[in-house]
């Protein structure tokens, strides 16, 4: 018997048998997986305000795609070394593992494959359709300007209006000149240093002249529109940091729960096989 199982003619690795093993595994989680999606949609009701919260129907979801991950991978390792004929449990183990593998990295490949593909392919339709709106957009303007009686210099003369400096002395300064020329001014503001300095005299001298109050009056009117902006963007940056923390908390212990995920199939996969080993006949 020894020399039917492990002679020169036979080897100990089952290919056909694991291949076998994989499918088996691939199919259970797939039909279990649609089963779990059309369970966890039938309980979302918001008319009748049921629906189970994000955290408690993510920790199910989590808990119901183990279990699956168990079963599958339990059924195909047992198939694998059940079809393969193996009497040795190191042999069945082996068998079991294999089909763990295969089984883990052609659902990498799919993942990266087909939904990564799908989506990537999405984003250049999009792109290829922005481009083609704005060549569209930009052939047609001057046939939509020549249409409606406009003259090219007019254009040129109108765009002049917008972009032209506003008087140097605040008081002649429409209010519309008077927030361009302080945008025009807050990089400068924000720089410090003599031209920051520069910038925020610039800006008090406005303040003053639109609001018709005294400079000293102004300049506290922009020290606590300065003292504002500084917390804001403050509070902007540790908001940003503690919901990086957050995110990376988050992702650390999704990655440990995967691992484990990973590791309780690997252990499913090689009981079933090391159960579905068959006796050795003396």
């Known amino acids: ?142 046939k939509a300007a020549e249409i409606a009686g406009i003259d090219n210099g007019d254009v040129r003369q109108e765009a002049a209006k917008y972009l032209s400096d506003a008087p140097s002395d605040p008081a002649q300064m429409t209010p519309e000149q008077a927030q361009a020329e302080i945008a025009k001014q807050l990089p400068a503001l924000a720089r410090g240093g003599a031209e920051g300095a520069q910038a925020e005299g610039r800006i008090v001298d406005i303040v003053a002249a639109q609001r018709k109050i005294s400079r000293p009056e102004a300049q506290a009117q922009v020290d606590r529109a300065k003292a504002d902006f500084v917390k804001a963007k403050n509070d902007t940056v540790q908001t940003a940091k503690s919901a990086a923390d957050s995110a990376a908390g988050a992702a650390a212990g999704t990655s440990f729960v995967i691992v484990l995920a990973l590791v309780t199939g690997a252990a499913a996969s090689a009981f079933g096989a090391a159960a579905g080993a068959r006796r050795r006949a003396y």
């Open 1 to 142: 018997m020894d020399r039917d199982l492990y002679g020169k003619g036979r080897t100990r690795l089952s290919w056909g048998a694991a291949f076998a093993g994989v499918v088996i595994a691939v199919a259970v989680q797939l039909v279990l997986g649609i089963l779990g999606t059309g369970i966890g949609l039938s309980m979302v009701d918001p008319v009748e305000g049921t629906t189970p919260g994000a955290t408690g129907f993510g920790i199910g979801a989590g808990i119901y795609w183990l279990i699956t991950t168990i079963l599958a991978l339990g059924l195909g390792g047992y198939a694998a070394a059940r079809v393969s004929g193996v009497t040795e449990r190191f042999d069945a183990l082996v068998h079991g593992l294999v089909v763990w593998g295969v089984t883990l990295i052609l659902t990498l490949y799919l993942l990266t494959s087909a939904v990564g593909g799908i989506i990537g392919g999405a984003f250049r339709t999009v792109g290829a359709v922005a481009g083609a709106a704005g060549s569209t957009v930009g052939a047609a303007a001057p």
